[in-house]
């Protein structure tokens, strides 16, 4: 979904790129519940005080988007998953919400570039992929056009 979204957004059909992106973002969360690694945060983070059983009706129960502002804080700290990602990740489901629900156009072919990236970095992390770069999160994004 996300090489789908690089297509469309190099076409310049943003509103189908974020929408793409964020599909992505919302497969990777709530796949988060089946993932060996995501069970054993959770249980090395609540110290045995949450059944992990229970990990995916919370998840479900909370919806994507509270997922990202709520689990995904408890479970990684600050290093592995910087505020500003969490934040740059629901931005992208607010913009993919107005586009689909209030048929808005996004705003510039750079900000749609750097959401994309930003939840690719979610992604990436989700999934258990470290960060690309020696810089880590700081990675500059790319934005093909120039610069951003």
Known sequence: MLANADEHAHAG????????????????VKSLPQDPGAIERCE????????????????KKLGVENSLR??????????DVPVELIGRCLEACE???????NQSIPG?????WNLITDVRKMCDFLRGNPPRSPGGWSELRPYPGGTS
């Open 95 to 101: 913009l993919r919400n107005q586009v689909v629900h």
């Open 44 to 59: 090395q983070v609540a110290d045995g005080r949450i059944l992990t059983e229970s990990f995916g009706a919370a998840r």
């Open 13 to 28: 059909h943003l509103r189908s790129a974020i929408v793409e992106a964020v599909a992505a973002l919302e497969q990777v």
């Open 70 to 79: 709520i689990l995904v804080p408890l479970l990684f700290d600050e290093q």
């Open 108 to 112: 510039s072919e750079s900000a749609v």
